[in-house]
């Protein structure tokens, strides 16, 4: 494909007037994001970055907008989509718009959008120049730099990966030998996977089960799919409302870590028809299929934060019942299955983020540094690495 088929488009978000509130809030995050300012104020004289056009793929939030903003402040140029259709906070995405940096992203994005967003950032400027540099969350845009426009694979010295999922991507390409650039797994740095996922996960999903239903948690049957790091954080939020939880896990390490935490493990279908809520943390996918949805009781809340929305399997509920879908409010929907009411929520995608605003800065200030890290490194060593996956150095992850 010829790279020529990208037009200029300065940015694009729902209401560039909301740029003044999202200043406002990105300057009550830096104070929450001691990590990336510490950076900020070690290399701004350095400039390790200069020359770098870093296209970026991650949640278009108030902290993703201080991880910006600290990469320009490092010499980078930068364009920027959200990694989620439903995760942009529209006043992050105006304020960064209006600072002058392209910027793709809205909430509420159809698919055919959210592409058109990844692909305008491959291209900087009116002279268009291609990306250099890729950072990404989930490998949507690693994805499409090598499915569709291969031809700019060999001008980009290396990326950085923020998920569990995205990583899952890059390993099973470095299996294959299609990886044509270093990447660093930033994922399963300690001081972002042992943070960001556990007791990120721990404070933002109670926030949005709470902010989508209005529910008591206290008492309710909590059904918590997955015992990795997400799913520790996510069953430690519940257990800290009184909830009754149990936990689904098929690694036996995981799963024995479940019961030493005091939680009850146990398959799901066994589980299922007296769940209140039910939640899949595992990225991976066909965790909620459709026999469990016709053993769920009326109202149970269904909902996912994994970075996917195929972990629960919506494409079967809007295949059988979708004519029975009911808007209730933005990202909370009713379905009707024989006579009984299920809730989703952010049509199963990430929950925390379609309904309510994420990690709290200062967790996303550890992960955020890891990725400023990641491409420094990478942007000034790529000599160093072969086309694989490396982990984050130690030392950087320390630092």
């Not at 740029?19 to 104070?31: D, F, P, S, T, Y």
């Not at 949640?59 to 920027?80: D, P, R």
């Amino acid at each position: 494909m010829s790279t020529n088929t990208v037009p200029y488009t300065a940015y694009k978000v729902k209401d560039i007037s909301l740029a003044a509130w999202g200043r406002k809030e990105i300057e009550l995050a830096e104070a929450e994001m001691p990590g990336l300012m510490a950076l900020r104020e070690e290399y701004k004289e350095e400039q390790p970055l200069k020359g770098a056009r870093i296209a970026g793929c991650l949640h278009m939030t108030i902290q993703t907008a201080v991880l910006i903003e600290t990469l320009k402040a490092l010499g980078a140029e930068v364009t920027w989509s959200s990694c989620n259709i439903f995760s942009t906070q529209d006043q992050a995405a105006a304020a960064i718009a209006e600072a002058g940096i392209p910027v793709y992203a809205w909430k509420g994005m159809t698919e055919e959008e959210f592409d058109w967003c990844i692909e305008q950032t491959l291209f900087f400027g009116e002279d268009r120049k291609p990306l250099n540099m890729i950072l990404d969350d989930g490998g949507d845009l690693t994805n499409m730099v090598l499915d569709k426009y291969p031809e700019l694979a060999k001008d980009v010295k290396g990326l950085s990966e923020e998920t569990t999922t995205g990583v899952h991507r890059l390993y099973e390409r470095m299996k294959n030998g299609t990886l044509p650039m270093p990447a660093i797994n930033v994922n399963d740095s300690v001081t972002k996977s042992k943070f960001d996922n556990k007791f990120g996960c721990r404070e933002s999903a109670v926030d949005a089960i709470r902010r989508a239903t209005d529910v008591m948690l206290a008492g309710k049957r909590v059904v918590v799919c997955g015992y990795g790091d997400v799913g520790k954080g996510t069953a430690a939020s519940f257990k800290g409302t009184g909830a009754i939880i149990t936990v689904t896990e098929v690694d036996p390490i995981c799963a024995l870590q479940a019961a030493m935490d005091g939680f009850e493990v146990k398959r799901l279908e066994t589980v299922v028809e007296k769940a209140d809520i039910v939640i899949t943390t595992t990225g991976n996918k066909d965790i909620v299929r459709g026999e469990h949805f016709l053993a769920m009781k009326d109202k149970t809340i269904v909902c996912n934060i994994g970075h996917f929305d195929n972990e629960i399997d919506v494409a079967w509920l809007n295949n059988n019942y979708g004519e029975t879908k009911d808007e209730i409010k933005p990202q909370v929907d009713k379905y009707t299955i024989d006579g009984k009411d299920i809730i989703l929520l952010a049509e199963g995608r990430l929950v925390n983020l379609g309904c309510a605003t994420g990690h709290p800065s200062f967790v996303m200030s550890n992960s955020f540094t890891n990725q400023t890290l990641a491409q420094i490194e990478l942007w000034n060593n790529t000599d160093k690495y072969e086309n694989k996956v490396y982990m984050l150095p130690k030392h950087l992850d320390e630092k």
